[in-house]
């Protein structure tokens, strides 16, 4: 949501953040990571060619190399990524089933990390440390925010049952 705000002299942009779970924010924040990676296969030139006769180094995208497999394969965690925001709620705690879905989709773009580390593995490793965020947080158990209290014994302030005072005349 951004809202423009004119003055006479000039423009404010006045921008708000979505309120979502931090679970959802860390999922929508890796599938982010794991688009930019993706995309960036696309403009980075990951292959390095060298000729014997003249010494030159060519280098080349995956693309213009011809290696689409490993482009197919690089969509692998950007799907586990995007399918945990399938599953986690924006707003509220995340069921059984989210959270085995962001700890299985953690390990495998682990388990991809490690196997393209060479190739290009390193580009999903932000990806990776923030779906270990998530799958981290949805385990971290929270209480309730209470904006008022019910009695008296569940007020923090004017006798509400807490630690009494010593009188140490």
């Known amino acids: 949501m951004i809202e423009l705000i004119h003055s006479p002299t000039n423009t404010i942009v006045d921008m708000q953040i979505p309120r979502w779970d931090r679970i959802y924010y860390f999922a929508f924040t890796a599938t982010v990571f794991a688009l930019a990676s993706f995309v960036g296969l696309f403009a980075f030139p990951l292959v390095e060619l060298m000729n014997d006769e003249n010494g030159e180094v060519a280098r080349k995208t995956l693309l213009e190399d011809g290696q689409g497999h ?82 008296p014994t569940e007020s923090k302030s004017s006798g509400g049952g807490g630690k009494r005072r010593r009188n140490k005349g």
Do not use: C
């Open 70 to 151: 490993i482009l197919l394969l690089s969509l692998l965690p950007l799907v586990l990524a995007g399918s945990t925001l399938l599953v986690v709620p924006k707003h509220g705690l995340p069921d059984r089933s989210a959270k085995i879905n962001l700890w299985i989709s953690t390990f495998l773009i682990y388990v991809f990390v490690i196997l393209f580390i060479f190739v290009d593995g390193i580009l999903f490793i932000p990806t990776a440390i923030l779906m270990t965020a998530a799958a981290v947080g949805s385990q971290v158990t929270r209480r309730e925010r209470k904006i008022f209290a019910g009695s």
